[in-house]
């Protein structure tokens, strides 16, 4: 069982360079998360998403976009990378929303120099 | 609102008890329960839904005030395998799932 699959595992990115974190389920999730962790702290949502095509802001959305095509799948781009940008990024994803647990990829951990 | 956790860190001995509490000032539906591991993900540990209920998994059970918006998780001889920074997560009626900033937790022998 994949259940919630996160590339790449590292990257380091220059300033100013964007990409993409890719971010796919296949276990037929409708919500869809994406988190933020710095080092030694909390996590802190960046975006979330309810169903295809549906997207919302999370507590720091600032500085990234996402779209949800698919409901496997839940992009998240960095546009004009800085070094506040990096971090472990985490993605989730749960049946019934914040109802049920929520299921963690193994993270992305991001440097930008 | 991110939801308020206490304490930050807790250094227990093997066998010792603890609570970790969670509280909010949004009207709640959920309160999720994780524990992170160093380098790795979050793992579920377990989910309260609205309505005061306890659960439990085998020495680590919770609670949930919904009255309060007060959740706590509570520890019972305490394992070396307990070690790790445990995260509370709320749910609101957006469904977004947001969390504390952590309880970081030692177990030693």
């Known amino acids: 069982n994949a259940g919630v699959t996160q590339t790449p595992k590292f990257r380091i990115l220059k300033i100013g360079q964007s990409m993409t974190l890719q971010c796919a389920q296949d276990?037929?999730?409708?919500?869809m998360y994406w988190y933020r962790q710095d080092p030694g702290m909390g996590l802190k949502l960046i975006y979330y998403?309810?169903?295809?095509?549906?997207?919302d802001k999370g507590e720091v959305p600032n500085g990234y976009n996402v779209s949800r095509s698919t409901t496997e799948d839940f992009p998240l781009r960095l546009e004009l990378a800085a070094p506040s940008q990096t971090s472990v990024y985490f993605c989730?994803?749960?049946?019934?929303?914040?109802?049920?647990?929520?299921?963690f990829g193994q993270g992305t951990r991001l440097t930008v120099v | 609102q991110q939801p308020v956790q206490s304490p930050q860190a807790v250094i227990l001995r093997e066998g010792e008890d603890a609570v970790i509490n969670c509280s909010s000032s949004?009207?709640?539906?959920?309160v999720h329960w994780y524990r992170q591991k160093h380098g790795e993900a979050p793992v579920f540990l377990m989910i309260?839904?609205?309505?005061?209920e306890q659960k439990g998994h085998e020495k680590i059970s919770a609670s949930f005030n919904e009255k309060k918006q007060q959740s706590s998780l509570y520890l019972t001889a305490s394992q070396l395998s307990y070690s790790g920074t445990y995260f509370c997560?709320?749910?609101?009626?957006?469904?977004?799932?947001?969390f504390g900033s952590g309880t970081r937790l030692l177990v030693r022998p």
């Open positions: 276990m037929n999730h409708n919500y």
């Open positions: 998403s309810v169903g295809a095509g549906i997207t």
């Open positions: 949004k009207a709640l539906y959920s």
């Open positions: 309260l839904l609205k309505g005061g």
């Open positions: 997560g709320t749910a609101d009626s957006s469904y977004k799932l947001i």
């Open positions: 989730a994803s749960s049946s019934r929303g914040g109802n049920t647990e929520a299921f």
